[in-house]
Nanobody
Framework: QVQLVESGGGLVQPGGSLRLSCAAS????????MAWYRQAPGKQRESVAA??????NYAESVKGRFTISRDNAKKTVYLQMNSLKPEDTAVYYC?????????????????WGQGTQVTVSS
């Protein structure tokens, strides 16, 4: 059983910055991948950024503006968002995949955060 809690969303003017955080709780043994998705009203959920031990990957629309990072000791993933645009307005969700300890067994998991609203408007 792994739960994710997101924070850091809010209202910001175009050109401003926000940092989102997503903290995992539970008996986590291994973190394989951590990622951020977003969904705007009337649109499909899309991948924004992902990070593994091998590197990072970004959607073309956010390259050069967003940075994903993680703190393995804290079991937390971050999304630093700079030069925000109105089209970045959406609910942002984190997703973490890995392995946790369930009694004597190691089990895989893929958990979603509850979502945090980011609104970019003047």
């Amino acid at each position: 059983q792994v739960q994710l809690v997101e924070s850091g969303g809010g209202l910001v003017q175009p050109g401003g910055s926000l940092r989102l955080s997503c903290a995992a709780s539970g008996f986590i043994i291994r973190l394989n991948a951590m990622a951020w998705y977003r969904q705007a009203p009337g649109k499909q959920r899309e991948s924004v950024a992902a990070i593994t031990n091998s590197g990072t990957n970004y959607a073309e629309s956010v390259k050069g503006r967003f940075t994903i990072s993680r703190d393995n000791a804290k079991k937390t993933v971050y999304l630093q968002m700079n030069s925000l645009k109105p089209e970045d307005t959406a609910v942002y969700y984190c997703n973490i995949e890995g392995v946790y300890n369930s009694g004597s067994l190691y089990r895989s998991f893929a958990s979603w955060g509850q979502g945090t609203q980011v609104t970019v408007s003047s």
